[in-house]
């Protein structure tokens, strides 16, 4: 399952988190405006009321029917948000507004508010109680005050949002540089660094694992040097006794009359030679894992592959088919005795498990691709993934220990470099190729 980036977790969760408390607050304060807009929209009319009622009984009482409705004419066409009745205690309309509709009202005229379903009413009397008046506000009027208000508060929102997210995707971003830096710092290391990772100003919760980390490389480093330590130091030793058993056992060949005691003679010597490069082996092992597989300064690899290529030459029988590169100089920054000790196992592993018949072929690309082939039946796919591990060895009959593949690609990845295994070797129906990309660099 894919992780998610605590950063991004951080951001999207702080923004919802912001924004749901910000629609709460919104609709509590719209719940709060709605509230005091219904009360200044009643206190109008039961002050617009106040006001025209007096007003109204004066009209009333200076007419010469006082019983006769009257509509008040307007000084100018306009919609009405306030409508009034002014009526009598029998309900007879006595003054109404020019745009008053009479169904809207009461049927009796009362005192005091009351609600219908589209109307809000504010009855109040005068002369005890024989005049009555009535205003009528659409409660659609105060709907759209409301949704008015709502928006006025939701519209900013919308704005806040992708601001509070940028703010807070950087906000993280900035707290958590340092953790930023001490996974940089770790995806960096080598297959070989194994010193405790330095990162200043860690937050508190990440601290303790950064120090369990360190004990934890401390305790892996100190492991693997007492194990390399004990490879190097036992093929060391080895070599001293082995070569004076192989000189005795040589010695001892020449002098035994022939016969069964010379043939079981030269087994032995077979058997204390393949020990003797057992012995090397690990010594070389050893060396590709313990570090120092690369140099100060970059090394032209064309001259360290020629070299390498004349002395098997010599001791193969020219069998080693070189292409150099169109280049004088191919950099890279691995150190000269590891390059040996690669291009030695590629070269040993083609030339044994290789076509007898044919050359080993040995190139370098100006891009620093180094490539081993040689000819034989191809190496199945499922025995191709595994040549690469300790002891394995594939289905050729040559002896070997089944460390080569193994060293070469210990001190690829040492140096940072790329190795693959391709078979059928590329442009032909057989044969096997190692192709190792170094990193190029430049002279100094």
Request: with cysteine; hydrophobic share 45%; aromatic share 4%.
């Amino acid at each position: 399952m894919k992780s998610s980036s605590l950063q991004k977790r951080l951001g999207l969760g702080l923004t919802l988190g912001m924004t749901l408390l910000w629609l709460g607050g919104t609709v509590g304060a719209w719940l709060v405006v709605q509230h005091e807009l219904n009360e200044a929209f009643d206190s109008a009319l039961e002050e617009t009321a106040q006001r025209i009622l007096p007003l109204a009984v004066l009209e009333i009482s200076n007419r010469e029917a006082p019983r006769e409705a009257q509509h008040i004419a307007t000084l100018k066409m306009h919609k009405e948000y306030l409508t009034y009745l002014v009526r009598d205690a029998e309900g007879e309309i006595l003054m109404q507004s020019h745009d008053a509709n009479p169904k809207i009202f009461n049927k009796r005229p009362r005192e005091g508010f009351s609600t219908t379903q589209k109307y809000r009413l504010y009855g109040a009397s005068a002369l005890r109680n024989t005049v009555f008046i009535e205003i009528a506000e659409p409660l659609n009027h105060r709907r759209e005050a409301a949704r008015e208000a709502l928006f006025a508060l939701l519209l900013p929102l919308l704005a806040l949002i992708p601001i509070c997210l940028l703010g807070t995707w950087l906000f993280v971003r900035i707290s958590l540089r340092s953790v930023l830096a001490y996974r940089h710092a770790v995806e960096a290391r080598g297959v070989g660094d194994l010193s405790p990772i330095k990162v200043t100003r860690l937050p508190a919760e990440i601290d303790p694992l950064a120090d369990a980390v360190n004990h934890l490389l401390g305790r892996l480093r100190k492991a693997l040097e007492a194990e390399r330590s004990f490879t190097a130091n036992s093929a060391h030793e080895l070599r001293t006794p082995l070569a004076a058993t192989l000189a005795q056992i040589q010695r001892l060949r020449h002098e035994a009359p022939e016969g069964p005691l010379q043939v079981r003679a030269a087994k032995i010597e077979n058997s204390l030679r393949e020990l003797a490069r057992l012995s090397e082996k690990l010594m070389q092992l050893a060396k590709a894992e313990g570090g120092g597989l690369l140099s100060e300064a970059p090394q032209d690899l064309i001259p360290l592959l020629a070299h390498v290529v004349d002395e098997w030459n010599h001791s193969s029988g020219q069998r080693i088919a070189l292409h150099l590169p169109s280049e004088a100089s191919v950099y890279s920054a691995i150190d000269p005795d590891a390059f040996a000790i690669l291009l030695r196992n590629l070269v040993e592993n083609a030339l044994k498990h290789g076509a007898a018949d044919q050359p080993v072929e040995v190139s370098l690309t100006d891009q620093a691709l180094l490539r081993v082939v040689n000819g034989g039946p191809p190496v199945p796919e499922a025995v191709l993934q595994h040549l690469t591990e300790r002891f394995v060895r594939g289905n050729s009959e040559a002896s070997g220990s089944g460390l080569g593949l193994a060293i070469a690609k210990t001190i690829v990845q040492g140096v940072g470099a790329s190795m693959t295994l391709v078979s059928p070797a590329t442009g032909r129906g057989e044969g096997f190729e190692v192709n190792v990309q170094f990193c190029k660099h430049a002279a100094r």
